[in-house]
């Protein structure tokens, strides 16, 4: 009977007692009982291993560390992982992503400490190799040397009696002992060819490594193991090298992660602030289509109009002809003068042709002028608004500003005072006004800075042509001539002014700070308001012919630049 037979036999039995009808049933419980109690232990030491081994290295904890959540780590490891997470805003376990606002106080694990200490004292040194006592028969006994002559393993009990003459090769334990003799000669490898870069064997030296340069294999191994340190070394640096460039990312990371939120609100605001835009601009677009139909509508009202007040004329006259009276006919008022329209009835006239041949389709022509100004009036309010963070330091030149003007040390103020400042008069200085240009100049890119206001209440600034006349009393002022290009303001009333002409703006402006903006290439300055949101107030659009510096205007109190010489 089968041990399957045995146990699934459905037959009564008594506990314990089966009935085994020959010896080989016994042999089998026999050996059934001692590979259990090998296998058995082996496998409760293989799942204690497991559980001793460090998540992050993947080997038995060495010198054990508890996190705050529990779990366990060699103090190295963690201490590694730890120094890459600085400057990241925080640390967290790299078992269950635990997150810790500060850096871990590392406890040392006494009770796992000592539960690895009395594992490992309980494995035999060469466990881990898998090699085995050849001679030990009975029982697996771990083998502590291999002998390359006799091609065995050996434990300590049977090395001390193994053979100690020089032909037996002791080596650490190994199951491949054929790779370490040759495959031609069979014999072990004692040398290495530096000429083939191979180890050979006594006899391949007076074979095919004849005349070769030879070296014993502990001398080419220390040669091999220096030539692998500097490469350690190497590797080192560069793993140094990475970890430091993780790092700086990771502190990038936590930068950019900050300013996301604000990104992400500022373009939120823009694309509202151009969906308001872009529907004003429709707005507009429609409501000039609209106004061509209003336009005849009101001629048609005046027509109407003119149309009755002839009927009452007419009236008039033929009730004054039908008087019999000489009297009253002539002192009647003149009616010359109601008659006489022939001005006006030409004027009607053309209007009225006007509109009879107008098809009553699209104005193609002006609505793409209307549109293409406003996109473009829009696309350059988006530039400005992307850089208008980054806006530099432009400097005020001294050499140009006028004797009533004090120009601070750091040459971003300007003060108008009643003291002449005595400084020589040159042809690069304004002598009439209290006028300065900037250092710079701007002949190409795009470009954009940003003035202070608020120090007064009487004020030009904007862009102009250093050859400006600076002798002349009033066409020198910054917009008073071709030249010169301003955003203005007198008290309560505001504007723009190039070659002397005035467009009022019918808004105040909010803020005590102004942005201009310049796109050399385009040919075009913008003027804005920086509110919230910040709001266009005019653009001239033209070609420049020479580099173009910042100028102000002072007429009361103070002006500050903020920033400017952004090229974008």
Known sequence: MFMSDIINSTQPRPVLCWRLHSNTTVFILIGISFYFSLLLPAMASADLKAELECSLCLDIYTDPVTLKCGHNFCRVCIDRVLDTQEGSGGYFCPECREKFQDRSALQRNIKLHNIVKNFLSAQPDQEESGVFCTYCVDSPVPAVRSCLLCEVSLCDKHLRVHKKSPEHILCDPTLSMESRKCSVHKKILEYYCTEDHTCICVSC???????????????????????????????????????ERVQSLQEHRSK??????????????????????????????????????????ISIQDLERKKDELFRKMRHIEELCNMTDPLTVLQETDTGDLCDTEDGDNEDRGRHEKLLHDGGGLDVAG??????????????EVNVYFYIQDAATILLDINTAHNSLYVSDDRKTVSRLHIDQNRPETPERFQYWSQVLSSQGFSSGRHYWEVDVGGSDGWRVGMCYPSIDKRQRVQSWIGNNNKSWCLYRNGDLYGVIHDCKLISLLCYISSNRVGIYLDYEAGRISFYDLCDPIQHLRTFTTTFTEPLHAGILVGRGCIKICGGNQKI
Do not use: C, Y
């Not at 191994?221 to 070394?233: D, H």
């Not at 609505?367 to 350059?380: E, K, V």
């Open 205 to 243: 030296m007076i074979g095919g490594h004849k005349g070769h340069e030879m070296e014993s294999l502990d001398e080419a191994s220390e040669k091999k193991k220096r030539t692998q340190r500097n490469v350690l070394q190497k590797l080192l640096t560069k793993r140094e090298e990475t970890e």
């Open 256 to 297: 950019v992660e900050e300013m996301a939120a604000g990104d992400t609100e500022r373009v939120t605001a823009l694309f509202r602030d151009l969906r308001r835009r872009l529907e004003d601009l429709e707005k507009r677009v429609q409501r000039e289509i609209s106004e061509r139909a209003e336009r005849i509508s």
């Open 367 to 380: 609505i793409s002028h209307t549109l293409h100004t406003g996109l473009s009036d829009i696309i350059t």
